[in-house]
């Protein structure tokens, strides 16, 4: 059963790719174009409290997050932010940072934030077709 950050980020029709103890999503909430979360799947309310496995997978996803963002908007840099203040469970949001703006089926992106912070106040939500895309593009591996 998926526990209420999960859920929150709207698991499971948002999963890209599943593992035993991650879920890699794509953020409801786009602070940039293909902002994702990088959840753990454990009820875990401390990184420490991961087990030893979780850390080799985690390795994994972060390679194929960063590939697959890397082919969806060329970003230059890529924030990881392990917040947890409103949702308690292990889990980082991965924020792909450019300067200007990336365009998704026809609509625009602006990195509000560059080259500061992210702006995670004004966001856009994940166009339709963003999950299936990324699916399909880790599907390749």
């Given at each position: 059963m998926?526990?209420?950050?999960?859920?929150?980020?709207?698991?499971?029709?948002?999963?890209?790719?599943?593992?035993?103890?991650?879920?890699?999503?794509?953020?409801?909430?786009?602070?940039?174009?293909?902002?994702?979360?990088?959840?753990?799947?454990?009820?875990?309310?401390?990184?420490?409290?991961?087990?030893?496995?979780?850390f080799?997978?985690?390795?994994?996803?972060?390679?194929?997050?960063?590939?697959?963002?890397?082919?969806?908007?060329?970003?230059?840099?890529?924030?990881?932010?392990?917040?947890?203040?409103?949702?308690?469970?292990?889990?980082?949001?991965?924020?792909?940072?450019?300067?200007?703006?990336?365009?998704?089926?026809?609509t625009?992106?602006?990195?509000?934030?560059?080259?500061?912070?992210?702006?995670?106040?004004?966001?856009?939500?994940?166009?339709?077709?963003?999950?299936?895309?990324?699916?399909?593009?880790?599907?390749?591996?």
């Amino acid at each position: 059963m998926a526990h209420a950050t999960l859920t929150k980020f709207g698991y499971p029709a948002t999963a890209i790719v599943e593992t035993e103890h991650w879920a890699l999503l794509v953020r409801p909430a786009q602070v940039t174009l293909g902002s994702l979360v990088l959840c753990a799947r454990s009820e875990a309310l401390a990184y420490g409290d991961l087990p030893e496995e979780a850390f080799a997978e985690q390795r994994e996803l972060v390679s194929l997050a960063e590939r697959l963002l890397r082919e969806l908007v060329a970003y230059e840099r890529i924030n990881y932010l392990m917040l947890m203040m409103v949702d308690p469970h292990v889990h980082f949001h991965v924020v792909p940072r450019y300067e200007g703006a990336r365009a998704y089926d026809g609509t625009d992106f602006p990195d509000l934030g560059w080259p500061g912070v992210p702006n995670l106040r004004d966001s856009q939500p994940a166009p339709a077709a963003l999950v299936t895309d990324l699916r399909n593009r880790a599907a390749k591996d």
